[in-house]
């Protein structure tokens, strides 16, 4: 079994053999769940470098020892700026890490400390105990999701940003869900605050029978 718990925004945490947080923003986030010391992990996966995404990963991996995964370039900007971590730099591709396949695939979107682009945005496919999890990072949708599906599927959970402005809407998200063809999908990154408030039954009207969909609110989770 592996359980999937919803942080707010786009912070998951992920528990099976090994313990995974994605995207682990809690300090500063209004619609977090958890206070980042409460939290264990054995893989921080990072999806850009915006400050909404890396969070308190670093504090989280100097705490607990886990290890951050990120693209190289922000993975070498986290080294060099922070003391008392392990980075694994990744460039798209797959991987396996402590027994947990990941495979670090393409997002449409910027990667910045807020004034310089550091590396690029991605998302990850990850593989625990034989469950395929697909996080999207901040993305719009874009056809090449029907090739992550051909190669990597069938993703058993689907985790999509819905909020617009920054990241796909409803209706674009709704159309991920068609080219990718998981199982079970969740919605994130809406209503953290006002320029990406959203209503995930939108959502789960637009998907209708392509997948079932779960909304969680922060602190929810979910087994798989």
């Not at 915006?50 to 991996?61: K, S």
């Not at 920054?166 to 674009?172: A, N, Y």
Request: net charge negative; glycine share 10%.
């Amino acid at each position: 079994m592996v359980k999937v718990r919803f942080l707010g925004h786009a912070a998951f945490e992920i528990v099976g053999s090994k313990r995974i947080l994605i995207d682990p923003f809690l300090t500063g986030n209004p619609a977090a769940a958890v206070k980042p010391e409460e939290l264990e992990a054995d893989l921080v996966l990072v999806t850009h470098a915006h400050g909404d995404h890396i969070g308190d990963a670093v504090l989280i991996a100097q705490r607990t020892g886990a290890k951050i995964v990120a693209m190289y370039d922000i993975a070498t900007y986290l080294m060099e700026n922070n003391k008392g971590i392990t980075t694994i730099g990744m460039n798209y591709g797959p991987t396996e890490i402590e027994g947990v396949k990941i495979v670090q695939v393409p997002a449409w979107h910027s990667s910045s400390d807020g004034k310089y682009s550091i590396g690029n945005a991605c998302g990850y496919i990850i593989d625990l105990d034989g469950v395929k999890i697909y996080h999207a990072g901040d993305t719009f949708v874009f056809r090449d999701m029907e090739l992550l599906a051909e190669l990597y599927g069938p993703i058993d959970l689907a985790l999509l940003p819905i909020g617009g402005h920054f990241t796909m809407g409803p209706k674009e998200a709704a159309k991920a869900v068609e080219f990718l063809k998981p199982r079970r999908v969740v919605p994130m990154h809406y209503n953290t605050w006002p320029p990406i408030a959203k209503d995930p039954e939108e959502f789960k009207r637009l998907v209708g029978d392509k997948a079932e969909v779960v909304i969680l609110k922060p602190g929810e989770s979910l087994e798989l």
